[in-house]
């Protein structure tokens, strides 16, 4: 019995520790950005591109990376929800769940999953240069959706798994078709479906090295999907490279976008699981 109080006191402690630390951390992580970037926040930051010595410390703003970020991680989010979809209800419906197969396709994405992120970019920037295509809004985002598919795979995948054995057999001994009943798990996990989106958008908006050598760099926003794009990310990158502190005051300011950005898709996230939550039958 000691043993067992001591065992669980250990645990509590270590779970504890564990999450000061990470609370800490965020802290710590806001913070610095607060205190850092506040004194450069300001309406232009929002509303204005690069003026000519923007660089330098002269005026101007970061709307291009604001609009670029956007569509890349809105368009990679899109192009993985197509795609991740009939993937996870392939390997849930139309196969044994527990099969070869299903395993290995797990498996495959597991990896992907763990794969980091330059060498998305590393791959895409291969592939570009062998098609002889530019760096471009497109290229953009066809690497971020390729970066964010294991991600979203790998979380509808597990959420999918709730859904209970007991209705795919209700609904295959009312005659349904495999097609009517992956229809109908769909409305069951869509609390999780749009919670794994905006998670893997919040990822896609946040990621710097995979569109490094795809999307390029502007100061002008993309109007085209041929044009290059800026990304917030990119943009607090080359503003920390500066040797003038307004550019670096101006990089923690627009990582406080980033940040809000990613904070305003994490609170939409759980609003609208827990109100699609409400209509699931």
Not at 26 to 46: P, R, Y
Not at 72 to 78: D, E, F, H
Not at 150 to 177: N, Q, R, W, Y
């Amino acid at each position: 019995m000691i043993n067992r109080n001591l065992e669980e006191s250990i645990f509590k402690i270590l779970m504890k520790g564990a999450s000061i630390l990470i609370v800490g951390s965020l802290f710590l992580i806001v913070i610095t950005i607060l205190v850092k970037g506040l004194s450069a926040f300001n309406l232009d930051m929002l509303t204005k591109i690069p003026n000519g010595g923007f660089y330098i410390g002269k005026e101007g703003g970061v709307l291009n990376a604001i609009v670029g970020s956007l569509l890349i991680a809105g368009g990679a989010s899109v192009i993985a929800l197509i795609v991740s979809i009939p993937i996870v209800l392939f390997i849930n419906l139309y196969i044994n769940n527990k099969s070869a197969l299903g395993n290995t396709i797990r498996l495959g994405y597991d990896i992907l999953f763990g794969i980091p992120s330059i060498i998305y970019g590393a791959f895409g920037f291969t592939i570009m240069v062998y098609f002889g295509l530019k760096t471009s809004l497109l290229g953009g985002i066809i690497t971020v959706a390729l970066l964010v598919i294991p991600i979203m795979v790998c979380t509808m995948d597990e959420i999918i798994k709730t859904v209970p054995g007991e209705l795919h057999e209700a609904a295959f001994s009312l005659g349904t078709t495999r097609l009517e009943t992956s229809r109908l798990v769909l409305r069951q996990i869509y609390p999780g479906l749009i919670t794994a989106v905006l998670l893997s958008f919040a990822r896609g908006i946040g990621d710097a090295a995979s569109v490094l050598f795809t999307a390029g760099y502007s100061d002008n926003i993309p109007f085209a999907l041929d044009q290059p794009a800026a990304t917030l990310p990119l943009a607090i990158f080359f503003q920390l490279g500066s040797p003038v502190q307004e550019v670096q005051d101006r990089a923690y300011a627009a990582a406080l976008i980033l940040t809000i950005v990613v904070l305003l898709i994490s609170i939409i996230a759980r609003i609208s699981s827990k109100i699609f939550s409400k209509n699931i039958v």
